[in-house]
């Protein structure tokens, strides 16, 4: 994907022990995510400040798709905050979510557990992400 298209915004935040890439792509409405390290919860504060002030706007009210790229996540103790944030992202229109694991059987579950009742899609590849993405109209 070329990013010097105009429908596509890039955000990076950097924290103590990790960061996280966030890509808008508004032609498509999808959100990539791409976290790393380990992740303490004032550093997800800043995330959900971000997706309130830069990511939900950009999207003007449509539904959209959250493609995670959590290979290189750690496991934090975040829980509570990411159902919080994603109770949130389902009333600002989060339809369908896809997370890629890389086979990594116990951050499949941790982060299943976190999506709440967006029923995520687990997959290991980006590729794989992106054809179900094309199946669900994304």
Request: net charge negative; with cysteine.
């Amino acid at each position: 994907m070329n990013n010097k298209e105009n429908n596509v915004k890039e955000f990076y935040l950097d924290f103590l022990n990790g960061h996280s890439y966030v890509m808008v792509d508004t032609k498509r409405n999808i959100v990539y995510e791409k976290p790393s390290g380990v992740w303490q919860k004032d550093n997800f504060k800043l995330f959900h400040k971000l997706y309130e002030e830069k990511v939900i706007p950009l999207l003007k009210g449509e539904p959209f798709a959250i493609c995670n790229n959590a290979v290189y996540y750690k496991i934090s103790l975040i829980e509570e905050e990411i159902k919080k944030h994603n109770e949130w992202l389902a009333q600002n229109n989060l339809v369908k979510v896809v997370l890629v694991v890389g086979g990594h059987i116990e951050k499949k579950d941790h982060l299943e557990e976190a999506k709440n009742n967006l029923e995520p899609k687990i997959v290991n590849t980006l590729q794989e992400a992106e054809a179900w993405l094309k199946e669900q109209g994304f």
